[in-house]
């Protein structure tokens, strides 16, 4: 069987859509999915096995460029690749207008979550067959759901499996470390800079090597000012997506906010750390075993503000300490 998905962004919402694949293969022996997702991405869906082909979609660049975009042809040539495979079915996990739009492309059936479960019920104008997924429970679970109905085998019980190899992915050669995923784009869920300094502080005086990852030139300086003159702290050079997976693999265990990485540590099956300030965790939070989520308590925790950052009652102390019980809970089931 051949099914194309469609689920072009964000970093996280690919990253939910992992177990639902695995729960495919595993009921339906040879199943293979082609998968549309925004190219900033693309290399995540080639880490799963059920993946046959990565089609990468430009949404975002294409619509700042639209005359460019129709000169170069990268649009006919997108629309000529979905057509040229004889699909069973399309899957579209994500339930926008973009996500829809791009299944008129395809000849196969086409199935999606219905306008009550949708997030944009316009979407549903293109689909063959609708399925309803209740909304107040976790993303990463409504997809699964979705999956079991559209392909028609019983929802798996248990945790959902992202089907990802950590132990191939890691640098095993690397000594024991500790990730800071310090790097997010609301300005309202950066954890304050004092405060990972002051943690940075903390585990490095217990001995523990810190890596810091950036993204960007404000968040390289910002990892700059947050391991200045501590012994054992660094900040990594630039990395690609893969590069950056490979380093959290091999990571002992993760300190992370609202932020992609932080999902992708989840999907890797690293023991992290995630700090909530204007977001909660029980819809879109990082999802796994070995997850702990930790939120603010101020006023303004949990509202959703893009630009108001509030980190009461979630200062270094209170996460070292939580740190600390993660990776002696670690060290005791070794």
């Not at 997702?37 to 660049?61: K, L, N």
Request: hydrophobic share 45%; proline share 5%; glycine share 10%.
């Amino acid at each position: 069987m051949r099914v194309l998905l469609i689920k072009t962004s964000s970093l996280g919402d690919v990253i939910h859509t992992l177990p639902a694949l695995t729960d495919a293969a595993r009921a339906i022996p040879g199943i293979q999915f082609d998968w549309v997702v925004e190219e900033g991405f693309a290399e995540i869906p080639a880490w799963h096995p059920a993946v046959a082909q990565v089609i990468p979609v430009a949404i975002r660049r294409w619509r700042k460029h639209l005359l460019q975009t129709w000169k170069s042809g990268e649009w006919r040539r997108f629309k000529q690749r979905l057509g040229e495979t004889d699909y069973d079915l399309v899957i579209d996990a994500q339930g926008l207008f973009k996500s829809a739009f791009l299944t008129r492309y395809s000849k196969a059936p086409v199935v999606g979550l219905d306008r009550d479960s949708a997030r944009e019920p316009i979407a549903c104008r293109f689909y063959d067959h609708l399925y309803a997924v209740a909304k107040d429970q976790h993303a990463l679970e409504r997809t699964r759901q979705l999956f079991a109905q559209a392909l028609g085998y019983a929802l798996p019980e248990g945790i959902g499996d992202y089907g990802l190899d950590r132990a191939a992915m890691a640098d095993v050669s690397q000594a024991p470390y500790l990730l800071f995923l310090h790097g997010t784009t609301w300005a309202s869920k950066h954890w304050p800079e004092a405060d990972w300094r002051a943690l940075a502080e903390r585990m490095a005086g217990q001995g523990w090597a810190i890596r810091l990852p950036w993204g960007n030139d404000s968040e390289r300086a910002r990892a700059e000012r947050i391991v200045a003159g501590i012994p054992g702290a660094a900040v990594l050079p630039r990395l690609n997506l893969a590069g950056v997976a490979k380093v959290i693999a091999g990571a002992t265990a993760c300190v992370a906010v609202d932020t992609g990485l932080g999902h992708l540590a989840a999907a890797l099956d690293v023991p992290t750390i995630s700090l909530y300030g204007p977001t909660l965790p029980g819809k879109v939070g990082a999802y796994g075993r070995g997850q702990v989520h930790l939120c603010a308590t101020g006023p303004d925790a949990g509202l959703g503000d893009r630009n108001k950052p509030c980190f009461d009652g979630l200062g270094a102390e209170r996460v070292g300490h939580e740190l600390n019980a993660l990776l002696l809970n670690l060290q005791e089931a070794v």
